[in-house]
Nanobody, 122 residues
């Protein structure tokens, strides 16, 4: 069993930065992959970033590559998403997810947080 809680969302100006956190509870955190997804109003949930269980491999959607960084601290059972050079199109609810598979597909994740709102203004 894994429970995930996101935090760190808010209102930020374009070009600014924000760091999201996802706190996990459960005894399987260090053995699973983690991912971030986002969902804009009226849109489907889309992949943002993923990280392997020890953080040795990371992947990103093309739309955020070079601007966002995913990381994890297994001692704290927490995964992070550092968001730099934010754009208006980054506005969405951001969700963290956990699963047994390192993948960009939603079906690979078994556990999901409730999401945190990120709003980018001009």
């Amino acid at each position: 069993q894994v429970q995930l809680v996101e935090s760190g969302g808010g209102l930020v100006q374009a070009g600014g930065s924000l760091r999201l956190s996802c706190a996990a509870s459960g005894r399987t955190f260090t053995s699973i992959a983690m991912g971030w997804f986002r969902q804009a109003p009226g849109s489907e949930r889309e992949f943002v970033a993923a990280i392997t269980r020890f953080g040795s491999s990371r992947s990103y959607a093309d739309s955020v590559k070079g601007r966002f960084t995913i990381s994890r601290d297994n001692a704290k059972n927490t995964v992070y998403l550092q968001m730099n050079s934010l754009k208006l199109e980054d506005t969405a609810v951001y969700f963290c997810a956990a699963g047994d598979i390192y993948t960009k597909y939603r079906s690979g994740y078994d556990y999901w947080g409730q999401g945190t709102q990120v709003t980018v203004s001009s």
